[in-house]
Every structure is written in structure tokens, then in C-alpha cells.
């Protein structure tokens, strides 16, 4: 039940996304501007949670990936709009070295990962300057999953922290990315900083473990427009 959830809420924000580009297509066209471009894109995320706790020892970026679809609409030769949307991961490696999470959550010293897995629709003002744009804008995320592990200092596997399920995190985030990007002819290329204004653990255990600390994810990704 869940996964058809998750499918409807996609299948909801890809039918505001395409109402959305449709309306700006019709105004661009309407104003003689250059038409709109569409596409595809992807890349790398390094993510991580700043959680500042006594009990922890080192706080390490956690590799993931992005992917989806975008939109660049133009209002003038200098300004367009650029919607997306996309699955992103998110997350962070976090050595607890101290004995009170232990004693009282039962997870031993060692290196926590983790693993936060959204649909994410960010909405970018873009500035062109020939082929280099620089945008920014807000972003609006909903977590489709999520799952912790503990690497216990004892073992050479990971455990996972079964008390931890998806309710356990905020399903809504929200916040502000920031990039740089160089358009040339179809093809896209940039950096993107995404940060989190909403913590990510809601109660118990995660909100303990993540000290109502926000996602903070920097992207290179590579797109082809069409």
C-alpha cells in the first residue's frame, strides 16, 4: 500500500510539473520569446546532516545519486524558469563514539549511515550570461523511504536499526538550491547546493539521532535538452 502511495503522489507532482510547463510554454510563445527546452538530467550527490551532538565523533559526506526531468523557459533573452523533478538520496555517515546511545537505544559505537530517498521538485530562477546560468530558487521534497544502518565497531557488517521505519523522518522537506551550470547546445553541466530548512527526524529515536539537523547536499550533474 505504501508503494502505491508513493506511485500516486509521483504520478501527482509529474502532472502539476507538465500543467506548470504547459501554462509557461503558452505565455513564452504568446510573447515571441525562444522557445522552451525539456530534458533529462543526472549526476552525483554528497550529502550530509551536521548533527552536533556530544556523542559524536565524525561526520562524513555519504555518496548518492540524482536523476529526473527539467524544464528551461525562458521569460527574456537573460531570465527563464527552470522546474524539475527528481529522484534524489540524501543521508549522512555519523561515528557515534559515546556510551549513552548504547545504554539507552541499544546501538553500539560505531558508524551510523543514513539513507533518505526523495522525489524532490526544485523551481530555479535562472541568469544567463552566454552559455554560463546561474540559478537559484526553492525546493520542495517528499520522502519515499528511508533505512539506517549501524556498523558497529564489533562487526564487519552492517546492522539494521529495525526501530527505524520511514514514519520515524518527516516526509515533507523543504528549502533552498543555489548553482552554476554552462548550457552548450543540448547539453547541460553544473553544480547545485541543495540546503534543507526543515529538520529531518520528526520523534523517538530518529529526532535524537539526527539532533533536528536538516539535509545538506552539494550536485554535479550532466543534462541533455531537447
Avoid: C
Avoid at 528511508?146 to 552492517?158: G, L, R
Amino acid at each position: 500500500m505504501k508503494h502505491l502511495a508513493h506511485i500516486r503522489i509521483y504520478t501527482t507532482m509529474l502532472l502539476v510539473f507538465l500543467t506548470f510547463l504547459a501554462g509557461i510554454t503558452t505565455t513564452s510563445a504568446q510573447s515571441n520569446n525562444p522557445g522552451p527546452k525539456f530534458g533529462i538530467k543526472g549526476g552525483l550527490n554528497l550529502s550530509q546532516l551536521y548533527v552536533d551532538q556530544p556523542n559524536v565523533e565524525d561526520e562524513n559526506m555519504k555518496a548518492g545519486i540524482h536523476f529526473g526531468v527539467f524544464g528551461k523557459i525562458p521569460i527574456n533573452s537573460f531570465v527563464a524558469v527552470q522546474p524539475e523533478v527528481l529522484y534524489t538520496n540524501m543521508g549522512s555517515k555519523i561515528s557515534y563514539g559515546g556510551s549513552d546511545f548504547e545504554s539507552v537505544f541499544g546501538i553500539e559505537s560505531g558508524e551510523i549511515r543514513f539513507n533518505l530517498n526523495y522525489i524532490q521538485v526544485p523551481i530555479a530562477l535562472a541568469v544567463n550570461v552566454g552559455p554560463l546560468n546561474i540559478h537559484a530558487g526553492p525546493y520542495l521534497s517528499y520522502l519515499l523511504s528511508a533505512n539506517v544502518n549501524n556498523w558497529k565497531s564489533s562487526e564487519s557488517s552492517p546492522t539494521e536499526i529495525r526501530e527505524l521505519e520511514t514514519d520515524d523522518f518527516n516526509k515533507i522537506d523543504y528549502g533552498l538550491v543555489v548553482g552554476v551550470g554552462f548550457d552548450i547546445k543540448n547539453v547541460n553541466v553544473g553544480a547545485r547546493y541543495n540546503y534543507g530548512l526543515r529538520q529531518v527526524g520528526n520523534d523517538g529515536l530518529a529526532g535524537n539521532l539526527t539532533d533536528n539537523s536538516k539535509n545538506g547536499v552539494g550536485q554535479i550533474y550532466l543534462g541533455f535538452g531537447f
